[in-house]
C-alpha cells in the first residue's frame, strides 16, 4: 500500500467512516446494504448447505465492523477480523456483537500482516470488501497470497470489489488512491476463479479458490455461467477501467481530494 494510502487509513476514525457511509446511503447510494444483502444470502447458503459445520470466518479490512454485525445474526458463522488501523477498529472494540464481547481480542486483531495475526489458524471464507481498489496491483497480490495461505480445505476467498477490467489501473487519488484490478489475471495458472458481474451493479464479486485440478475461470452473469479457456478469451468481454479512457470529471484528482475533504467535514 502506498504511503498516502496508509496515512489516511490509520489517521480516519471508524465512527467517523460509518457516518460517512450513512450519509452516503441518505443520498441515494445503496451499494452498502446492497454488499451486505448479498453476504448474508451466500453465508446462509453456506450454512443450509452444511448446517452441522461451523463457517470460520475472516473479514480483512473490518474497520468499525458493519460484517461483524451482520454475521452475528447467522448461526453457525464464527467471525474474526483483521485490519492494520487502529483508529479505524476502535469502535468495534469499544462495542463489539454480544457473541464476540467476551474474546473480543480472539476474533479481531490489529497488525501489519494477517498471515502474522492469525499463525496456525485457517478460514473457510476470507473476505475482503472494498480493501483491494487501495491497494497498488503489488500490495493487492500479495494481500491475496497471504489469504491463500489461510484457506481451510475446501475454503474460498471472496472479493467485492472492482467490477471486472481487462487491466490493472490507478484511477484517482481518492482516499489516498484507487485502483482497478485484473483479478483474473491474480489467479491465473494458480487459482480457480468465479466472477460475478451482475449482482451488484458497479462491482464484480470475485470467488477465488485452490483447484484440486486444473484452475477454473468463468464468469456467472444473470444466473448463466460461461467458462473460458484462456484470459485473453475473458478480457474480450471485460471493459477497460477508466483510466484508459477518457475520464469523466468525476473521476479526476482534483475531485477526488475534494470528495474527501467533503466526508470529513461531514464527520467532524
Known sequence: MYSSNVAYWKSRDGRDYRSVQEMRSSRGAGEYSSQMNWLRSYLEGRVARSPEQEIRLIDFGWGFGRVAHLCESIPSVRYNGFDFSETMVQSLMEEPPPSLRPQISNHVRVGDRVTDAFTGQSFDVALVISVL?????????????????????????????????????????WHGGCWMHDFASY????????????????????RLWKPDEAPLLEIASNGTTKCYADLEQLHAEAALPPAFQDLEFEHSMMVAEILDLRERAAAD
Do not use: M
Open 133 to 173: 481498489i487501495h491497494n497498488d496491483e503489488a500490495a493487492a497480490q500479495s494481500i491475496i497470497d497471504d489469504l491463500v495461505t489461510l484457506l481451510a480445505p475446501g475454503g474460498e476467498i471472496i472479493l467485492i470489489e472492482n467490477a471486472l477490467v481487462s487491466k490493472t489501473a490507478f484511477v484517482n487519488q
Open 187 to 206: 489467479a491465473k495458472d494458480r487459482l480457480s476463479i468465479s466472477i460475478d458481474t451482475t449482482s451488484l451493479p458497479g462491482h464484480g464479486i470475485y
